[in-house]
């Protein structure tokens, strides 16, 4: 039973266009969300999250949206850039639970 | 160290062979998790440390798998009687407990031939 699901499994974008990376999930329970960026090699590492209280967040190029009532999120870097180029991972927290459950991930691909 | 530390960082293992993976989380983080990654899959919860409280199993895929925390900080995730469906890059995370943020160390990759 996949409760965070990254249907997307790969994405390629031009240099300096907008990347945008979905995320839906099942459990209503979820009162907080998280994206991670993973590089080969290397484990992932926090990017942005946001509260259930919230349908945005903005940190510099990367924004995230939360639409709650049909269980979506989406993250928005704008303008990407070739570093951007990764595995991205949407994550969710159940309210009373401290685990993270993680979706699939979408490989981003920034063409030059 | 200043980030989670993980050991070994690749382990190549015969079938039915015991294994040990290390994790050495991040000073003063009281929570440490286990996930792992199996080719072409999302991040698999295996285990969760929080304290001195009992560790959430619930992930652990079978009885084979088990983890301990020694002291509050260093865990070790112990895989017995490996078998091939085993082989994926088990990573380690811990946090402060006061966000939903997991620091990531690199992972152990561990094949199983």
């Known amino acids: 039973d996949q409760q965070v699901k990254q249907n997307s499994p790969s994405l390629s974008v031009q240099e300096g266009r907008i990347s945008i990376l979905n995320c839906d999930y099942t459990?209503?329970?979820?009162?907080?969300f998280l994206w991670y960026k993973k590089y080969p090699a290397e484990g992932p590492t926090f990017l942005i999250s946001?509260?259930?209280?919230?349908d945005k967040n903005e940190d510099g190029r990367f924004t995230v949206f939360l639409n709650k009532s049909a269980k979506h999120l989406s993250l928005h870097i704008v303008p990407s850039q070739p570093g951007d180029s990764a595995v991205y991972f949407c994550?969710?927290?159940?309210?009373?639970?401290?685990?993270?459950?993680f979706g699939t991930g979408t490989r981003l691909t920034i063409i030059p | 160290g200043a980030g989670v530390s993980q050991s070994p960082s690749n382990k190549v293992t015969e079938k039915g062979k015991d294994v040990e993976l290390r994790c050495d989380p991040i000073?003063?983080?009281?929570?440490l998790y286990w996930y792992r990654q199996s080719l072409g899959q999302g991040l698999e919860f295996l285990i969760y440390f929080q304290g001195n409280s009992a560790p959430d199993k619930s992930g652990l895929p079978s009885d084979r798998f088990s983890a301990e925390r020694t002291g509050g900080s260093v865990s070790t995730l112990t895989i017995q009687r490996t078998q091939q469906e085993d082989s994926a890059v088990y990573l380690c995370a811990s946090t402060p407990g006061l966000t939903g943020e997991l620091f990531f160390g690199e992972g152990s990759r561990l094949t199983v031939l």
């Open positions: 459990n209503s329970m979820f009162d907080y």
């Open positions: 000073s003063g983080h009281t929570a």
């Open positions: 994550a969710a927290r159940d309210f009373g639970n401290e685990k993270l459950t």
């Open positions: 946001i509260s259930s209280i919230k």
